[in-house]
């Protein structure tokens, strides 16, 4: 027993150094609200997660390897704050990636962000899940806020700024990376959801600009489908004004998306006022939306904050979009309420930690 301990020991000192020199760094956020919703006869009314930000945890390090140059990681994991369930079956589905940080700039590899998603953190107006900009880019569009901002399969390059312009690059291989199956047959779609992106930004004081496109061959639409996103904010001191546009095209069968957003943050006290309008026009009959968001966030400390949003989205008739829409219309059981109008009132906290 006491060789083992003596051994224990021994190791515990061996270990200490290296774990003494790493930098890991556990971190999360917890998002819960309750919340009203109704798109027609279809209601929803209870606890509910992720108006601000989706809760998660996760693990972030970086070692200094020498010479300017850093190998870092980055472990996420979302989970479901109202009910402690995971927010999917991967374990670390929000990011999991490594990479290498120097003069260079940022060579990464692994389930990444793409440049969409930081472009949208740029021009974010109302409480997060309230949103026009996360609500009207659901349903196939790869420049959003959601899950299709997170590429698997990836490796992407961030350059350094230089004079406030930066560049963002990443290629995804996509879900099918060999050329043949288990069976050995030859797989003719072994490429058909690769997909790259290309970011550009230009940040100097006040003034944030962003340009993104995305070309994803996906086999949801059968054909190359191509994004462009312009968006920008200006901080006014006493008024920040931010706006956006955007294009997608399936080449398959030639139809068009275009979603944009116009929005102002207020400082009020210690809090803002959030309002934000934005609308989805699509070439396929009846499928337009337009959605309107008023919210109010409140500093409570750095780290934690109180809100209150709502949301109205009008439909056609082919479409059913909005806030709580999901949950609304899993207690319906079915999508008969496309074409109506949905209204959305969540109030909760968000602590990050």
Do not use: C
Not at 4 to 10: E, G, P, R, V
Request: hydrophobic share 35%; charged share 20%; proline share 2%.
């Amino acid at each position: 027993m006491q060789k083992k301990l003596i051994a224990m020991a021994i190791a515990g000192m061996i270990a200490a150094p290296a774990f003494a020199q790493s930098n890991v760094t556990v971190y999360g956020i917890i998002d819960t609200f309750v919340g009203v919703g109704k798109a027609g006869d279809a209601k929803f009314s209870g606890v509910a997660n992720g108006v601000l930000n989706g809760p998660r945890i996760g693990f972030k390090g970086e070692e200094n390897l020498g010479n300017g140059l850093k190998a870092k990681f980055v472990l996420e994991q979302g989970f479901n704050s109202d009910d402690a369930s995971p927010a999917s079956s991967k374990e670390f589905h929000r990011q999991a990636w490594v990479g290498l940080e120097g003069g260079f700039g940022f060579i990464g590899l692994g389930r990444q962000y793409s440049p969409g998603y930081y472009s949208f953190r740029n021009v974010a107006v109302a409480a997060g899940a309230l949103d026009p900009f996360a609500i009207l880019t659901g349903g196939g569009l790869q420049i959003d806020a959601g899950s299709d901002a997170r590429w698997d399969n990836s490796i992407s390059y961030e350059s350094k700024k230089f004079g406030g312009f930066g560049a963002h690059v990443i290629y995804s291989f996509g879900s099918t990376e060999s050329d043949n199956d288990n069976s050995g047959t030859k797989n003719p779609n072994r490429n058909a959801d690769d997909k790259i992106g290309l970011g550009l930004n230009y940040a100097n004081g006040p003034l944030n600009v962003d340009y993104i496109y995305v070309n994803a061959g996906d086999t949801t639409f059968g054909d190359d489908h191509k994004e462009h996103y312009l968006g920008a904010a200006y901080d006014f001191g006493g008024f920040k004004l931010v706006g956006s546009y955007q294009t997608a095209s399936v080449d398959a069968n030639d139809s068009d998306v275009k979603v944009y957003q116009i929005g102002g943050i207020v400082p009020v006290g210690n809090g803002n006022i959030h309002v934000a309008y934005g609308a989805r026009n699509e070439d396929a009959q009846d499928s337009d939306s337009r959605s309107f968001s008023v919210a109010y966030t409140h500093n409570l400390s750095k780290r934690t904050i109180a809100y209150v949003g709502v949301n109205r989205t009008t439909n056609d008739d082919g479409v059913l979009r909005g806030a709580l829409v999901s949950a609304a219309d899993a207690t319906s059981g079915n999508w008969s309420e496309r074409g109506e109008s949905s209204t959305a009132l969540g109030v909760g906290i968000r602590h990050a930690f």
